[in-house]
């Protein structure tokens, strides 16, 4: 058992306690991280004099040559190391002798960890930014193609209004869009370098925390050691925000099996997302948004594991903080899987216009358009409203829409009814008078259209959003 911290123990540690203790098996993952963190580390050392500039030379080759062969597989980083920290600077004192030695001066696993972590979170976060952005890139396509496609809009999964597909998709681009903000707030508030912060004290060493700060792309140093090695925050905030993406996933994917049932046939997934059943030949099911839905509730055991490992520990480390690693690495990687496929899903996916438009004639989603029929020819609107009401009653019973009666059955339950009653509750018209700013009319929405286009040319990735 290699570690780095034997001097005052007088036996080994337990063959289970230490594995107990161990994070080597999925912190390995942070190897990049951790030897980009020790060549800046070095760098500063040397140009503080700490090191010679022989040694700095010798260190930092090394940690090139231990980041180009663990890459490549011709080294393999092995459990025998307690954790990934211990595995480079192992690696690098077998490799250097004494000058490897060094490299740990006026730094603390602590702070190394801590610096690990946001190297990562930055890196995925811009990662998941990609995602995100292309998902709305979709749903942009979708919008634009589709400001005249007419489907029924819901409320208690009943039909209520008639929208366009533009207008429904307009909803999640702006859920998406709130996504990629948190991510961007999370990387303004997370981007600061707690190496130097020691083990919580600092140091007495003369580190130049500005320099490594600068060196690692963050926008300066943290600027309390205690904070520095025992925040996590950032990991919260993370959990927090894919949550909420996946919840948007997971809403979209819901709506998407709705609309892919044989009752309804408003869409059909491309082969490449679906899946057949082992016993029932004419079955294609779309598995892709059910686990999507289904791995929404990993995501939040992830949110919720950590705030509860956080929600009592006192300053500054405590390993508890270690459980933070494996619940991250999943959710990060979850989020990301969920994202690339149902963005492939998505773009791939068919939409039936004419049964989406039917569907929406069906369900008197155009009631409240004759209801302001009545109000505009001078009924009172509540009258209007128990009018219209009769009337789909009667449609009801006779099976057929509003639209489909004829003038002289409207006007056995009001005289105001005129010959323009059947324009008025077109579907057509129903969607197109609709022109406030969010409303679903082709002028509306193309003016949505524009402003979303701008966005997204504005805010090109995190990190260089404006």
């Known amino acids: 058992m290699a570690q780095l911290w034997g001097g005052r123990f007088t036996k080994e540690t337990d063959a289970l306690a230490y594995a107990f203790n161990a994070s080597i098996s999925y912190d390995k993952k942070l190897y990049k991280q951790d030897i980009a963190g020790s060549k800046a580390h070095a760098a500063m050392l040397g140009k503080q004099g700490i090191l010679t500039e022989e040694e700095t030379k010798q260190i930092l080759a090394a940690l090139d040559e231990i980041l180009e062969d663990v890459s490549s597989g011709k080294l393999e980083i092995t459990e025998e190391h307690e954790d990934i920290h211990s595995f480079v600077e192992a690696v690098l004192i077998q490799r250097l002798g004494d000058a490897g030695k060094k490299l740990h001066t006026g730094r603390s696993r602590n702070d190394q960890v801590a610096l690990d972590m946001r190297l990562y979170i930055r890196e995925e976060a811009v990662e998941l930014d990609r995602l995100l952005r292309k998902l709305l890139e979709t749903l942009l396509k979708i919008m634009e193609t589709h400001t005249k496609t007419i489907l029924p809009g819901f409320t208690h999964l009943q039909k209520a209004q008639p929208i366009t597909l ?278 509306a929405m193309e003016a949505a259209i524009k402003k979303e286009k701008e966005y997204l040319e504005q805010n090109p990735q995190i990190g260089i959003c404006v």
Request: charged share 25%; proline share 3%; hydrophobic share 40%.
């Open 166 to 443: 533009s207008h429904h998709m307009g909803a999640y681009f702006e859920m998406f869009k709130r996504d990629r903000q948190r991510l961007f707030d999370l990387y303004e508030r997370m981007n600061y370098c707690p190496l130097g912060s020691g083990a919580l004290a600092g140091t007495t060493f003369p580190l130049d925390r500005e320099y490594t700060a600068k060196a690692l792309g963050f926008y300066g140093p943290t600027l309390n050691s205690m904070d520095g090695v025992s925040d996590r925050d950032y990991l919260i905030e993370l959990l927090s925000a894919l949550s909420m993406v996946m919840m948007h996933l997971s809403r979209f994917s819901e709506e998407i099996i709705i609309w892919n049932t044989n009752e309804y046939q408003f869409v059909e997934i491309d082969d490449a997302y679906s899946t057949g059943s082992s016993i029932m030949p004419q079955k294609k099911n779309p598995d892709i948004a059910e686990l999507t839905r289904g791995k929404t509730g990993r995501v939040y055991g992830a949110l919720i594991s950590l705030l509860t490992t956080m929600k009592s520990l006192p300053l500054a480390y405590n390993k508890d903080m270690q459980e933070d690693k494996e619940l991250t690495f999943d959710a990060v990687d979850t989020a990301k899987g969920c994202l690339a496929l149902f963005e492939g899903m998505l773009s791939s996916m068919k939409f039936l216009e004419e049964n989406m438009k039917k569907s929406a004639s069906r369900g008197f989603t155009n009631a409240t358009d004759a209801a302001d029929y009545l109000v505009n020819h001078g009924v009172p609107f509540r009258d209007a409203h128990g009018i219209i009401g009769r009337i789909v009653l009667y449609c009801v019973e006779k099976g057929i829409a509003v639209e489909d009666m004829s003038l002289e059955e409207l006007r056995r339950f009001s005289d105001c009814f005129k010959e323009d009653i059947f324009e008025a509750v077109s579907m057509e018209a129903c969607v197109n008078k609709r022109l406030t700013i969010g409303a679903p009319a082709k002028e």
